[in-house]
């Protein structure tokens, strides 16, 4: 038994000192930009491999340089109580947990997309720094972890910040600064209402908005949902949050 102890213990070591290094590296985005995102890095290593050249495109931009109409526009279309709620939205997770297993139970392929309604733009966050795209009951634990890091230690218009800067918006179009030059050629302070929402009705399926050939796999009509957050810009609140952060 004792071959299991210390297995026991090297694999809460390991799982102690991973929260350690989610910690530090949080608190080290209070003031510094992150360089990359674990989901960036992937998509990179996907299109170029060891290449140096590559099309990926990113660009940081300030939060008050980015555009109120699509800053307004990415909270319809994400979770438009970002500013109000601690980073997770329990009865859409649980809306998302009861889809996800009657599919499941059909065995559909879709089943891989059923948990999407259940993020807040702070889980999706937590996982595009941070984790893979694989589906599991320890990465949805893991991120909730990180979501709980993320809004303790950074205030939301931060986490806002990092988000839309990080966020695909295409093949290779990582962030706003990246994306607002590529589909319009302006700077992200100029988007107007039509464009921000346009940009935003992207975000479930960033590819297929990009790319026609990524659209087997995506049950989207863009022009409908660009409708739909232009019609509800306006009663989305861009409050700061009042909580102290660690610093």
């Known amino acids: 038994m004792r071959w299991l102890y210390y297995l026991l213990k ?23 930009d992150p360089s990359s995102t674990a989901f960036q890095r992937a998509e990179r290593w996907r299109l170029c491999g060891l290449n140096w050249s590559c099309p ?19 909270l319809v279309s994400e979770d438009d109580i970002f500013f109000q709620h601690m980073g997770v939205r329990v009865q859409d997770m649980k809306k998302a947990w009861t889809k996800n297993a009657q599919i499941m139970q059909q065995g559909s392929a879709k089943s891989k997309t059923a948990l999407r309604g259940g993020s807040t733009i702070t889980q999706q ?27 303790m230690m950074l205030s939301k218009q931060r986490l806002y910040e990092i988000y839309l800067n990080s966020v695909e918006w295409g093949e290779g179009i990582f962030g706003i600064g990246a994306a607002s030059q590529h589909y319009y050629g302006v700077k992200p302070a100029l988007l107007n209402r039509e464009q921000a929402a346009s940009l935003a009705s992207a975000l479930p399926a960033p590819k ?31 409050a700061p949050d009042p909580k102290p952060k660690i610093r």
Request: glycine share 4%; proline share 2%.
């Open 208 to 238: 297929c908005f990009d790319k026609v050939k990524y659209c087997r796999k995506a049950n989207i009509h863009f022009p409908t949902r660009q409708d739909f957050i232009l019609g509800n810009m306006d009663r989305v609140a861009l």
């Open 10 to 32: 090297c694999l809460l070591g390991g799982f102690v000192a991973m929260q350690i290094y989610f910690v530090i590296q949080i608190g080290l985005w209070v003031a510094l």
């Open 125 to 151: 966050l937590a996982k595009n720094l941070f984790l893979s795209s694989e589906q599991n009951y320890f990465r949805k634990a893991q991120e909730l972890i990180i979501t709980g890091l993320l809004e």
């Open 56 to 74: 990926v495109q990113s660009s940081w931009v300030p939060y008050d340089k980015i555009s109120v109409n699509l800053k307004r526009a990415v």
